[in-house]
């Protein structure tokens, strides 16, 4: 379990746990700029003392190999585990080089120390200023606070009310600074993974830049670079889609904090001041307490905390409580007061002080007390006031959609991210909602534009009663997203599919054909399957509670949505043939299956301040890019994790993988967001020549998607000896056993291309017997 999520609702609780939470948070990112100060350090020692080379470099690389990111919440994607193994790729690769002891160290300042330091002073040291405020806050309100408690009742009205206004100021600005500094803290969290992976990445290929003699381990860190750099970019538009979430959710918090505070249906929780009487003549004490009432067995749980001791966690107390009563300032002379009578403690009475009237009233429901109180629960209302339902007519306008978008826009670059005007939007879906002028065909109307019909559509899912993909499937679908192998994967969200309604599975299967056509087009309208997944992910599934824990699920929402896209014609054609519990408990093959031999050979440089990765931008009404769409960055899904497969007596051929093939791991120049001097850089780098080497046992693919292949004159059939999944959208992946039909031989040596289950694609020659 990594770092639990900071949820809004305890900063205004403040309990001992959420301490330790926020500790742990802090010390992480103490660690993480330790780590990185220790880093700068090194670097200089590189650049500055070049007969200390050997050792600077070892130090360095032993500095990666140590250090583990941390994450939020109880899964990784796919992407942050290649991130979280990263500098571990990067040690390894340093090490190697400081065996040759001929690496020359060049344009480090700017691709590895500036990014750094800028990182470490603009965003941890900013951190680093909230932490103090939030210390210099919490100090100044709980000291008012007890002044406060500890003012005689008998003082004149004005005095208290101008106290009790001036607590309430302080209140309130504790607690909208503890939930800045709680976003904060998540956000630099989330931040650090691709702010410092991606400067060690700029660091590494400057060094192969100046490497002259290993070009096995060039062409194999150009290979896991262009992988790493589609994580970077997948993790960072999730980021992009989370951090709008959660700062939404902590607007709304700050708007409405009564709404939020009660964080348990079965528990209350919060601090009162506990009387401790003590023999005469030294009268009583007040003791702060951070209690818990479970209501069901009526048990209230007392824990001595204190901040200003520096949060120490005292001794549990926990009392039966038989009955709770209103005590007035007559009997004592402190507002705010409950007396508890306890079953385990007959004829004894504790006398408990709450916070404020507010706080009074809410002790007082949640104990039963006589005084009436009725709590304001959270409340849902409809999108905009849409009321869309899954019934004929909303279907129908469904279909009229994708029948529309299809023939008129679908080759139109950004769909379904780029938003149409919100007015024209509401006005659209509110005329095809309603029974009486639903029949407007979409398709042959110039009237709205693509862009808007997209937009309505999506606002139809949203404002759905219940998910197309329902409140009660949500987590089931989550798990397999978070853990397990592709087939695993594939397997359980199939048998999950068909668990759903039949009307919503026939209406969630009509969409993941129309958003595969979408994504087939996608060299044209830049909209892949991952782009698909992170503008679809929230829209078809979302957790009935909006917490910090669940928007942080966003990015494996995104994972079902693609895998869903991916496998349309499977999942919903065919009917699951076993749907056990233990579907996705095979864990993901691990990344190091795949590698070669490193040897040392030269690469390009890379620059990340030439290199940006720029987001396509798109607008409203204002021209301003819409808040809840992540950016086009993403030009590979990672639904799955591809690898070789050996079964039967002997063990498949290797796939040799292509220096020349920028097709398989890396965005091609269309893709969104590259720029011009990325494009041309990436080029530069396929471009270096191969040494002689000998002929691989699985031959490299040079084709690309949609070229036309020579084909033989007579068609024949072939049968798999080994199992193999495709690593490219062009090859088809089979099991030992399976036959091909009408194979020709494919225009690149050592491949050939056949028909399997009605798909044609490239199939490796040395997999195949013919027949």
Sequence with gaps: MGLHPLEFSECYLDSPVFREKVKAHEAELDKTNRFIKELYKDGKNLINATKQLSLAQRKFAQSLGEFRFEYIG???????KCIDESLQE???????????????????????????????????????????????????????????????????????????????????????????YVCKLQEIQERKKFECVEPMLAFFQTVFTFYHQGYELAKDFDHYKRALQINIQNTRSRFEATRSEVYELMKRTKETPQEHRQTSPI??????????????????????????????????????????????????????LKSCLRKTTDTVDRRFCLDLEVTDRPGIVVTVQALSEDDHKFWMHAMGGKEPFHYLGRTYSKERGIDAQLDDIGVSFLKNSINAIEKRGINDQGLYRVVGVSSKVQKLLSLMIDEKSNELDLSVCEDWDVKTITSALKLYLRSLPEPLMTYGLYKEFIIPAKSGSPDARLQAIHC??????????????????????????????????????????????????????????????????????????????????????????????????????????????????????QTVSVGNESGSPAPDEASLG?????????????????????????????????????????????????????????????????????????????????????????????????ELSFQAGAIFHNVTPSREPGWLEGVLEGKRGLIPENYVEML
């Design 634 to 730: 993403s030009n590979e899904s990672v639904s799955s994790s591809h690898s070789s497969t050996a079964s039967g007596p002997g063990t498949p051929p290797q796939k040799a993988k292509n220096p020349h093939d920028t097709s398989q791991c890396t965005p091609s120049p269309d893709s969104p967001g590259l720029s011009s001097a990325r494009v041309s850089w990436m080029n530069s780098v396929s471009a270096t020549p191969a040494t002689p080497q000998a002929t691989p046992s699985r031959a490299p693919r040079g084709v690309t998607d949609g070229e036309p292949a020579e084909e033989s004159v007579s068609q024949r059939r072939a049968k798999a000896v080994y199992p193999c999944e495709a690593e490219h959208d062009s």
């Design 496 to 613: 999950l599919v068909h668990k759903l309604p039949e009307r919503n599975r026939l209406v969630l299967g009509l969409l993941m054909k129309h958003l595969a056509t979408v994504a087939a087009h996608s060299k044209q309208n830049l909209m892949t399957v991952a782009n698909l997944g992170v503008v679809f992910g929230p829209t078809l599934m979302r957790p009935q509670e909006e917490t910090v824990a669940a928007i942080m699920d966003l990015k494996f929402q995104n994972i079902v949505v693609e895998i869903l896209i991916e496998q349309h014609e499977k999942i919903f054609g065919d009917i699951p043939n076993e749907c056990s519990p233990s579907t996705a408990a095979f864990s993901a093959p691990t990344r190091h299956s795949k590698k070669v031999g490193r040897q040392n050979r030269p690469l390009a440089v890379y620059n990340p301040q030439v290199l940006h990765m």
């Design 267 to 320: 528990s209350s929780e919060g601090y009162l001041f506990v009387q401790e009487k003590r023999p005469p003549p030294f009268g009583s004490s007040w003791v702060k307490r951070y209690c818990t009432f479970i209501k069901e067995q009526k048990i209230l749980h007392m824990v001595t905390f204190d901040h200003k001791s520096g949060g120490k966690t005292g001794e549990t107390e926990s009392v039966m």
């Design 74 to 80: 109880d899964a990784k994607t796919d992407d942050e």
């Design 90 to 180: 990067f040690s390894a690769f340093l090490r190697n080089l400081e065996d040759q002891r001929e690496l020359m160290m060049q344009n480090i300042t700017e691709t590895l120390m500036k990014p750094l330091e800028k990182f470490r002073k603009d965003h941890l040291g900013a951190a680093k200023t909230e932490r103090k405020r939030y210390e210099k806050e919490t100090e100044k309100y709980y000291s008012s606070l007890e002044k406060l408690l500890n003012m005689s009742a008998k003082k004149k009205e004005p005095h208290l009310q101008e106290a009790d206004v001036q607590v309430e100021t302080n209140r309130q600005h504790f607690q909208e600074l503890s939930l800045e």
